[in-house]
């Protein structure tokens, strides 16, 4: 993608997000889950789409809630062919600019331990460890894998 801009997803872009959260997690939401995410009130969803004139490609896709000053960072995730390029913080960037607009002061997150680069990404950003759900997730054997719990004052 040599020309790529972070826009909002809208009721159109359900079953791509459903795609690209398939096959960047172990545990897929689906279409009617990310729907009904999205239809809660302060949810949104970011695209990481190309520009080009030929485009609509989507590299990756950030999903967040924000209730009052608070926001969720529910899902981020980039296409396994075009991870390590900086998408990843482009969304995040994306996300909180948008979760500060909408009143957010405090961002939260989960995210698996067994995953450093989710884990180097949010610290980069300022993410703060507060602490461990222990068996939060499940790995592709079943093994159960904690979550580092984070938290972010925008």
Same mark, same amino acid.
């Given at each position: 993608?040599? $020309?790529?801009? +972070?826009?909002?997803?809208? @009721? *159109? /872009? #359900?079953?791509?997000? =459903?795609?690209?959260?398939?096959?960047?997690?172990?545990? @897929?939401?689906? !279409?009617?889950?990310?729907?009904?995410?999205?239809?809660?009130?302060?949810?949104?969803?970011?695209?990481?789409?190309?520009?080009? @004139?030929?485009?609509?490609?989507?590299?990756?896709?950030? %999903? #967040?809630?924000?209730? =009052? /000053?608070? =926001?969720?960072? &529910?899902?981020?995730?980039v296409v396994p062919g075009l991870r390590r390029r900086g998408h990843a913080g482009r969304? &995040?960037?994306?996300? &909180? #600019?948008? *979760?500060?607009?909408?009143? =957010?002061?405090?961002?939260? &997150?989960? +995210?698996?331990? /067994?995953?450093? !680069?989710?884990?180097?990404?949010?610290?980069? *950003?300022?993410?703060?460890?507060?602490?461990?759900?222990?068996?939060?997730? $499940?790995?592709?054997?079943?093994?159960? %894998? !904690? *979550?580092?719990?984070? $938290?972010?004052? #925008?």
């Open positions: 993608m040599t $020309r790529a801009a +972070v826009v909002a997803a809208g @009721p *159109a /872009d #359900i079953e791509r997000l =459903a795609e690209m959260q398939a096959t960047c997690f172990r545990e @897929p939401w689906g !279409a009617a889950s990310i729907a009904k995410t999205l239809s809660l009130p302060g949810a949104f969803a970011l695209l990481l789409r190309d520009t080009t @004139p030929a485009g609509r490609i989507s590299a990756g896709f950030v %999903i #967040i809630q924000v209730v =009052a /000053d608070q =926001a969720d960072l &529910l899902t981020l995730g969304l &995040l960037e994306g996300a &909180l #600019i948008r *979760a500060a607009g909408l009143g =957010a002061k405090t961002v939260f &997150l989960e +995210v698996a331990e /067994d995953n450093p !680069a989710a884990l180097e990404l949010y610290r980069r *950003a300022g993410f703060e460890t507060m602490g461990r759900r222990e068996g939060y997730y $499940r790995d592709a054997e079943g093994r159960r %894998i !904690a *979550a580092v719990t984070m $938290r972010l004052a #925008i």
